[in-house]
């Protein structure tokens, strides 16, 4: 018996073998041959906004060096999770990317009960692309020039500091909740719809305080007309070096920056991921490139696609603690 098996063992080993060879070949074919027809890179907010600025300035360079149209498709709608459910569900062929966002990869996971996506499981990370930090602005009345003088007013004085937003659960808000807790605080949000009337209200004295983008406040810190206190960043921005961080200012390990990076879907082949890592970061570092996107208040990173996972993963942590903490509900 021993002696009829072990050929038919043997037959079957080599028949194996062969398959797999096979399979890999065909893998390392479709690799090869990357891309084979024009790549969609879905935005999954409306044109015109930070996340539409990156893809599109990235996907001129990505169609150069990839030789193949990189066509920009913004797929708006549910804070970012129509879009995002798009990719998660993609053929992983590397045809289909995405522009991630810390609203719909960061936050939503704490915020919403149920993703039709899961961000650890259904995306591969290729690079972590940017980081945008807000800027703590008060309007001049509110008697504080530092974060510590705006805590020891806020405890001497307390529910009488108020904060806008953007909206409920945008990271303006999140960041005056995660002050709010590491600071033992409690400033009340006044939440609205959109920056731009949020600012209106600011520099009229309406609110106190705001956690801003600094291309919606800088004007008005140039002309006298806000205080800026810190930046929520880890790092202090080169737009406004002189202002120091949060966590200089006796909170470390704060960070409350908006970030963005660009996933495929799980199961993308690590030749393709590496692909798009090595001509993304080789894009941010043309000078030209560079110039435009700091200019409108990006601080570049580029990552590997493991760190950036691991990046994403602890974004998901903090911010679910920090929605938990505060209540925080979805509208």
């Known amino acids: ?82 879009g995002t459910d798009i990719v998660a569900h993609a053929v992983p062929d590397g045809h289909t990317i995405l522009l991630g966002y810390i609203a719909n990869l960061g936050i939503g996971p704490g915020l919403y009960a149920k993703l039709p996506f899961d961000p650890l499981k259904d995306f591969a990370p290729v690079t972590q692309l940017a980081v945008s930090p807000n800027i703590l602005v008060a309007h001049p009345s509110l008697p504080v020039k530092s974060v510590r003088e705006l805590v020891a007013y806020a405890k001497a004085n307390p529910q009488k500091v108020n904060y806008a937003s953007a909206a409920v659960a945008s990271l303006g808000h999140l960041a005056g909740e995660l002050l709010n807790s590491s600071a033992g605080i409690h400033m009340q949000h006044v939440p609205y ?76 082949s690590k030749a393709i991921v590496m692909r798009l890592n090595g001509e993304l970061l080789h894009a941010l570092k043309m000078p030209e490139v560079k110039d435009r996107l700091e200019n409108v208040g990006f601080d570049l990173v580029g990552s590997s696609p493991e760190a950036f996972g691991a990046y994403m993963k602890s974004e998901i942590d903090k911010w679910a603690r920090v929605v938990k903490a505060s209540g925080v509900k979805a509208e």
């Open 1 to 82: 018996m021993p002696t009829i098996a072990r050929p038919r063992a043997e037959r079957l080993l080599r028949a194996i073998a062969l398959c797999l060879l096979g399979a890999a070949a065909v893998a390392t074919a479709e690799e090869t041959a990357y891309p084979s027809r024009p790549v969609r890179f879905i935005v999954p907010f409306a044109p015109g906004g930070s996340t539409d600025t990156l893809a599109r300035t990235l996907a001129i360079r990505l169609t150069d060096a990839l030789g193949q149209q990189v066509v920009v498709d913004n797929r708006s709608g549910g804070n970012g999770n129509i």
């Open 193 to 268: 719809k959109g920056s731009g009337q949020a600012v209106i209200d600011l520099l009229a004295g309406q609110v106190q305080i705001m956690f801003s983008g600094m291309s919606s406040v800088m004007t008005h810190i140039k002309a006298g007309k806000l205080r800026p206190l810190a930046v929520t960043g880890a790092q202090r921005s080169p737009a406004t070096p002189e202002v120091p961080t949060i966590a200089e200012s006796g909170y470390p390990g704060f960070e409350a920056s908006a970030w963005y990076g660009v996933l495929a879907p799980a199961g993308t």
